[in-house]
């Protein structure tokens, strides 16, 4: 099973940031993962399917400014774009968690994923910074990651 396959310890360490489910949030363990995954299944073809942050959101102006979600999104693709630069990984796909608020199993309505806010009694939706941020990202080809490390990871 997956569990046992991994051969790994799943943890988190107490200065680790959190989002609004409780979950840490470490992009080096997402290009770590990458890495094993890669080195495990002799480069295997990955998509990243969903990957996001739930922020709290108590009204319209927090929302739209959702900066620690864009600041999520950029840490974890360019983590991504570290371990496409080591030439051992084959990650074909990135997919933002989620395009718009939706229902979490967990937390109903409580939690918000999306890059674009909805006013769920009116159903009107509202793109959020992050969703702008991710836009320009897909469209300049990442060029707009801030670079963290001396290697330039992007094109």
Same mark, same amino acid.
């Given at each position: 099973g997956y569990w046992a396959d991994i051969h790994c310890n799943l943890m988190s360490d107490?200065?680790?940031?959190?989002?609004?489910?409780g979950w840490s949030i470490?992009?080096?363990g997402l290009r770590e993962m990458l890495l094993?995954?890669?080195?495990?299944?002799?480069?295997?073809l990955i998509f990243i399917t969903e990957n996001?942050?739930?922020?709290?959101?108590?009204?319209?102006?927090?929302?739209?400014?959702?900066?620690?979600? #864009?600041?999520? $999104? *950029?840490?974890?693709i360019r983590a991504c774009a570290q371990a496409l630069g080591t030439g051992y990984v084959?990650?074909?796909?990135?997919?933002?968690?989620?395009?718009?608020?939706?229902f979490e199993w967990q937390f109903g309505y409580q939690r918000r994923?999306?890059?674009? #806010?909805?006013? $769920? *009694?009116?159903?009107e939706r509202t793109p959020k910074r992050s969703a702008l941020w991710y836009r320009d990202t897909i469209q300049s080809l990442g060029r707009n990651?801030?670079?963290?490390?001396?290697?330039?990871?992007f094109p």
């Open positions: 107490p200065s680790w940031e959190k989002n609004d489910m470490v992009p080096d094993w995954t890669s080195n495990r299944y002799n480069m295997p996001g942050s739930a922020e709290p959101e108590p009204d319209l102006g927090t929302a739209i400014n959702d900066e620690k979600r #864009r600041a999520y $999104f *950029e840490s974890h084959n990650l074909q796909g990135y997919f933002a968690w989620s395009l718009m608020d939706n994923f999306g890059i674009c #806010r909805v006013d $769920f *009694e009116t159903l990651i801030c670079h963290k490390h001396e290697t330039d990871w």
